[in-house]
């Protein structure tokens, strides 16, 4: 009988014992979703198709399908590069410079007096930055603008500028 009463007794003082003891490490969660999900997260998001692509996501499809190396982004530049590299376990490659350079963030700009309000820019315009009507100035919302610079070669008088970005931006970018 003594023994069954130490036993119990042992049995309670290790379930006392155990709810303090800490849990075993759990593995790192994996991120369950799509590669082409989170490959697409890394890039700029500017919609340019400087890097041959018709814009990020169908460059990240690219990627994923490993036909596409992970250095035709200049918006997206050497850390982009280095975040594509971790990734997908490949090495930390230069940028191809025929895709472009690496710039500073930037923000196009419309010079008012100047604008005819074709529509042109905003036509050509992959995140619908720039807002306006026929024969009306135009304007660019800064928030939105990705420094793309698809909206400069369409302008025909050649009103559009680009500035460094500012942050926070100030919206839209030509209300000072």
Known sequence: MVTVLLCGAAAVVALWLWRDFPAPPTATPVDARPLVERIDELLPQTQCGQCG???CLPYAQELANDTAPINRCPPGGERGIVALAALLDKPVIPLDTSCGVEKPPQVAFIVESDCIGCTKCIQACPVDAIVGATK????VIADLCTGCELCIPPCPVDCIE???????????????
């Open 136 to 139: 009306l100035m135009h304007t």
């Open 162 to 176: 680009l500035h460094p970005a500012q942050w926070p931006p100030s919206t839209p970018m030509n209300c000072r």
């Open 53 to 55: 692509f018709g814009g």
